[in-house]
């Protein structure tokens, strides 16, 4: 088992940190190598011996965030968890709820939108194998339905966020509800729903 190293692990969560704290502040293109570390209180070349750019840090941003969306969608029986009307929706929205407005931000505005549509790329792909573990369907059919669940949920939080439409959360979740069991009733047997 490799050991971690204490110092490596603060100096990552301080950035990370940094990081949080500067989107919520200022668009992606401004985020400095140099305002990142100052902001963390981490030296630059300390930086540099951990990441390449801040490219090469937001990756492992995207990672860590497509690894805490998939837990939350998958770490329990997927079977179970999709006859629950609005199941997706509301781990999602539960996930949003406890990180403040980090993934929020991350996710809705359109200066992180290039991170959010990697996010969702690496979800559906982790989804995509647990549907098709699950459910026994081809890669095919599991890659466009998780594909479809986290776009379409992505996509209605987007919109939700940005006042596109005159609704409430309820509303919001019921549509979302419908769009989603009406796509994925043509590709997986789901069995009976269940009331949540």
Do not use: W
Not at 2 to 28: C, G, H, P, W
Not at 31 to 45: P, Y
Not at 77 to 90: A, M, Q, T
Not at 180 to 195: I, Q, V, Y
């Amino acid at each position: 088992m490799e050991k971690i190293d204490r110092r490596v692990q603060r100096t990552n969560q301080a950035l990370q940190n940094a990081f949080r704290t500067l989107m919520q502040e200022t668009s992606y293109r401004n985020i400095t190598v140099k305002k990142l570390t100052e902001t963390a209180k981490v030296n630059r070349k300390t930086f540099y011996l951990h990441y390449d750019s801040i490219d090469d840090f937001s990756n492992t941003i995207v990672d860590k965030a497509s690894e805490k969306f998939l837990s939350v969608i998958v770490d329990q029986s997927l079977r179970k968890n999709l006859i629950k009307p609005g199941y997706i929706f509301d781990q999602v929205f539960d996930l949003f709820r406890e990180s403040g407005d980090f993934y929020k931000i991350m996710t809705t505005s359109s200066d992180y939108e290039f991170l959010s549509r990697k996010i969702e790329l690496k979800v559906a792909i982790g989804f995509a194998d647990a549907i098709e573990k699950e459910f026994g369907v081809d890669h095919i059919d599991a890659y466009i339905c998780a594909n479809f669940l986290i776009r379409n949920t992505m996509l209605m939080f987007r919109l939700y966020d940005k006042n596109k439409f005159d609704f409430d959360l309820c509303d919001f979740r019921e549509r979302l509800i419908r769009l989603n069991e009406s796509g994925l009733a043509t590709f997986l047997d789901l069995g009976p729903r269940t009331e949540k």
